[in-house]
């Protein structure tokens, strides 16, 4: 496509239920980043997939967050239990791993609300 | 640990006003310093990279520079559609994940 995707675009859920969240990336891009960016934050890195090498989850804040990557283009991103403190937009973005720069090219973001 | 600091938080200005923002940042390594817009409601928008002291790029009204220690991203003769929040965000060594600042945002009234 011509750009990244997410969806759904808005998710509200109740505390204690688990959502998924999905990124299309760039068609191309190898590479594939999850982001946090809570009210009044700047963005917070979750997880980076790259081709078919193992992620760096070193971000994720808990062992309730868990991403995937299937065929080394749609990302699904899974929050299990969700608490208040989850809700936030989660923002996908995609790159390309060749070149010096890496430009990472972001998605809409889904914002997620946990009452 | 990566540190981003951009100033000021908050920025309104006239239209046809100029001004500068400023992204200081401490990283061992940098790969590369960026520079997105973006608007409310939506993800950041890629505008600059920077590699080495001395750089600069332009687009439209906007200029970005770096030097060893901080970028600035000039903005010369805003318009009220350059209201946005402008990101700073570094990269170093052989990391792929962006560090990012917290941000300005930038109010240009008519």
């Known amino acids: 496509g011509a750009g990244v995707s997410q969806s759904p675009s808005n998710k509200v859920t109740e505390k204690g239920k688990d959502v998924e969240l999905r990124c299309d990336p760039i068609s191309g891009h190898t590479a594939l980043y999850w982001y946090r960016q809570s009210l009044g934050q700047g963005l917070e890195f979750l997880i980076y997939?790259?081709?078919?090498?193992?992620?760096?989850k070193s971000g994720l804040p808990s062992d309730r967050f868990s991403a995937e990557r299937t065929g080394g283009s749609v990302s699904t991103l899974t929050i299990q239990r969700t608490q208040q403190e989850d809700s936030a937009v989660y923002l996908c973005?995609?790159?390309?791993?060749?070149?010096?720069?890496?430009?990472?090219?972001f998605g809409p973001g889904t914002r997620l609300t946990v009452l | 640990e990566d540190q981003v600091t951009q100033s000021p938080e908050a920025l309104r200005l006239q239209e046809g006003e100029s001004s500068s923002l400023n992204c200081s940042y401490t990283?061992?390594?940098?790969?590369?310093l960026f520079w997105y817009r973006q608007d409310p409601g939506k993800g950041p928008e890629f505008l600059f990279t920077l590699y080495s002291a001395g750089e600069e790029k332009e687009k439209e009204r906007l200029k970005a520079t770096l030097t060893k220690k901080e970028s600035f991203l000039h903005i010369t003769a805003p318009k009220p559609e350059d209201s946005a929040t402008y990101l700073c965000a570094v990269r170093h060594g052989g990391d792929y994940k962006l560090s990012f600042g917290a941000g300005t945002t930038v109010t240009v009234r008519a």
């Open positions: 973005a995609s790159s390309q791993t060749s070149g010096r720069g890496n430009e990472q090219f």
């Open positions: 997939f790259q081709g078919n090498s193992a992620p760096d």
């Open positions: 990283v061992s390594g940098l790969r590369g």
